[in-house]
């Protein structure tokens, strides 16, 4: 079936501009997580959905990010005036319910491709 | 917060050979142990995953070991092949929902 499908795929940017990131979860998934992966390195928690709960944004590196969720499904990322530090890989995944923890790998996280994202 | 340290950050062996990578972290909560294998301009894919209550779980080629008083789980994969190349990342599920990811291991496979 479908998997997780994320728009664009590639972003070039000029530094002090506003891009949004889009992410369609597989459907049914409750659960949507979006990560950074910087050249070469590991992924960077930014933020997370669960059904109609409150959203956790802890992840967030500045003001400048922000993130939606409409109708419990497509997921935008936001990340205002554009810095050259914030050129990286954003990475989205949905799971069939958020709980991690005691759902273990009955839910696991599907990612999508991710998009690459350059600040110039 | 929960913190994973993975290594070795780069791994070469002879296809056929084993490849082994290893990871630490720090809340002892922790219960769930995914890794995922990144193949170039893909994102990750889950390969396997073990519980805190158990100590090793086997898939075919690929192995996973936890231990839990050590605060360290790993990944065994044996005859490797060239196809087996990829960035490969583990992550540790703490007293949280989140996903707490290693920084990678890049695994190259020689033919």
């Known amino acids: 079936g479908a998997g997780v499908s994320q728009s664009p795929s590639n972003k070039v940017t000029e530094k002090g501009k506003d891009v949004e990131l889009r992410c369609d979860p597989i459907?049914?998934?409750?659960?949507l997580y979006w990560y950074r992966q910087s050249l070469g390195q590991g992924l960077e928690f930014l933020i997370y959905?669960?059904?109609?709960?409150?959203?956790?944004k802890s992840g967030l590196p500045s003001d400048r990010f922000s993130a939606e969720r409409t109708g419990g499904s497509v997921s935008t990322l936001t990340i205002q005036r554009t810095q050259q530090e914030d050129s990286a890989v954003y990475l989205c995944?949905?799971?069939?319910?958020?709980?991690?923890?005691?759902?273990?790998?009955?839910?696991?996280?599907?990612f999508g491709n991710g998009t690459r994202l350059t600040v110039t | 917060g929960e913190n994973v340290e993975q290594h070795p950050s780069t791994l070469s062996v002879q296809e056929g050979d084993s490849a082994v990578i290893k990871c630490t972290y720090s809340?002892?909560?922790?219960?769930?142990f995914p890794w995922y294998k990144q193949e170039l301009g893909k994102g990750p894919q889950l390969i396997i995953d073990?519980?805190?209550?158990?100590g090793e779980k086997k898939d075919q080629r690929i192995a996973v070991t936890l231990n839990k008083t050590a605060k360290h789980f790993s990944l065994h994969i044996t005859e490797t092949q060239p196809e087996d190349s990829a960035v490969y990342f583990c992550?540790?599920?703490?007293?949280?929902?989140?996903?707490?990811f290693g920084s990678g291991t890049r695994l190259l496979v020689r033919p």
């Open positions: 073990i519980r805190s209550n158990v």
């Open positions: 809340d002892s909560a922790s219960n769930y």
């Open positions: 992550a540790a599920c703490g007293s949280s929902y989140k996903l707490i």
């Open positions: 995944a949905s799971s069939l319910w958020g709980d991690i923890w005691t759902g273990g790998g009955d839910s696991p996280l599907h």
């Open positions: 459907s049914g998934h409750t659960a």
């Open positions: 959905f669960q059904g109609n709960s409150a959203p956790d």
